[in-house]
Structures are given as C-alpha cells and as structure tokens.
C-alpha cells in the first residue's frame, strides 16, 4: 500500500487546513488509518484515526473538538480536516494505515504498517 500525504501549508492560528491522504495498492477499505505528527525536536505523536471496522474516530486530547477524520472509500481516501489550529499545532503530519482490529492500538505507531511521506504544516501566530 503506498499512502500520498497532501494539502499542508501556512497557515495564521485560528485558520484551517484540510490534509488528504490518498491510498493505492491495497483494499483500502479493510485500514485502519491513523494521522500522526513530528514537531521539530519532538517525537512523532498520535493525532488521531479511523476504524475501519467501525467507522468510530478517536483523537489525542490536544486535538479534540478541532480535528475531524473522515474517509471516502469510494476515492481511497481518509481526510483530517483541522480548525481553530495553534502554532503548537505546526509539524510534519504523516498518515497511515494498519490492519489491526483493536482500537487500543490505535494510539501506537508500530500498529501500522505503511506510512505516507508526511506533509509540513505550519501555524503562524
């Protein structure tokens, strides 16, 4: 499965940003699929994913009430659409995707096995 990250860019704090990832290769509707995030000199941190199985979204507390995941299996798509951003928002946004059923796993990198390239947000304030 190869994952393509889109639609970073700079963007002023309170704005909003619309970040795609766009799957190939696989049945992508039988992924899990997770956003994750790198801030420079930070580890990389779960942002937030989407069950396959359920459809059921789960976030990390720093995103939630701002950060919506949807996905389009039609156009092999999952979205993570962003609002009210911050500049501790600014990082490198990675998505990816992972076969695993347990939504416990849904917060830990090694659940997923491929990884898109990411793609650089940036919040100004």
């Known amino acids: 499965v190869q994952l393509q990250a889109s639609g970073g860019g700079l963007v002023q704090a309170g704005g909003s940003l619309r970040l795609s990832c766009a799957a190939s290769?696989?049945?992508?509707?039988?992924?899990?699929m997770g956003w994750f995030r790198q801030a420079p000199g930070k580890e990389r941190e779960f942002v937030g994913g989407?069950?396959?199985?359920?459809?059921?979204?789960y976030y990390a507390d720093s995103v939630k009430g701002r950060f919506t995941i949807s996905r389009e299996n039609a156009k092999n798509t999952v979205y993570l659409q962003m609002n009210s951003l911050k500049p501790e928002d600014t990082a490198v946004y990675y998505c990816?995707?992972?076969?695993?059923?347990?939504?416990?796993?849904?917060?830990?990198?090694?659940?997923?096995?491929?990884w898109g390239q990411g793609t650089l947000v940036t919040v100004s304030s």
């Open positions: 990816a995707a992972g076969r695993f059923r347990t939504v416990q796993r849904m917060g830990v990198s090694p659940s997923y096995d491929y």
């Open positions: 290769g696989g049945t992508f509707s039988t992924y899990t």
């Open positions: 989407i069950s396959w199985i359920s459809g059921s979204t």
